[in-house]
């Protein structure tokens, strides 16, 4: 009798081992499956063409006095990004007190930023007293080697009315000096720009304000027409006693073609008159 119970013992142990409703069956196919979808989606994904192994950025940071500038980030963005006010692509390392910075990066075309903020941040709208700087063209990293690559940071200043959303950094810029009628440059005036015609609205696009010797750089979106101009304030309509000037002396649109750098525009600004102010 105890060897038929041993044996129908074994016998049941055995169908409980193979019976398909078992739990630890059901969870083995399961990983078989998924080990099988794994292999057979990374078998098709193709091989990985882009160049991982890096290639060296490095150079010196320096400020409007050739003078190192240390705590500071360059930041690298691909040649897709339309503009340089979202996450990076890359980031270096803060710069020591000789201002030197190494980025590793990936084959392609960048634009390199350097900033560097007061408060130690590494993200977020700059904000006055902060130090800013651009590579003036993109810049192709390709085999080759270490590029050698130096950039020169200002200082950045922003109205109490601007709005750093409306301060772009794009390939698309206008640079020049503003100037009273008599010839004599003016620091801390803001250049604007209008999309289409003047409106007494809030400017579509600003530069930080000029500097000591009067110049200015403002940065456009793309091609279109745009009304460029300065005044001093900025606080809602010009005032009697405040000044403004257009690009060419009149309040018209301007053709701008994309990528383009135009130098050298004179912007005469003289107490406001109303709309239309002739230079």
Known sequence: MRAVDHIISRQLDTDTCIHPKNPLLRKARFFLLLIFLLILVFSCAGPDTTDWSGITIAGKLVDDSGRPVPDAHVYAYREDKSNTLGPADAMS??????????LILPEGTYTLVARRRLSGSISGPLRNGDLSGQLSKPLRAGPGGKFDVDIKLNVFHQGSEGDPKRILTTYTRIKGI???PGGK????????????????????????VTDKEGRFEISLPGSGFYTIGARTGLRGKPRPDDSMGFWGGKDQPREIEEGTVTEGVRIVIRPYSGMGNKE
């Open 93 to 102: 390392e803060p710069t020591g007190t000789d201002g030197t910075y190494i």
């Open 178 to 180: 503003v100037t009273d």
């Open 185 to 208: 440059v003016l620091e801390g005036v803001h250049v604007f720009a209008y999309r289409g015609a003047f409106r007494p609205d809030p400017p579509d696009y600003l530069a930080p």
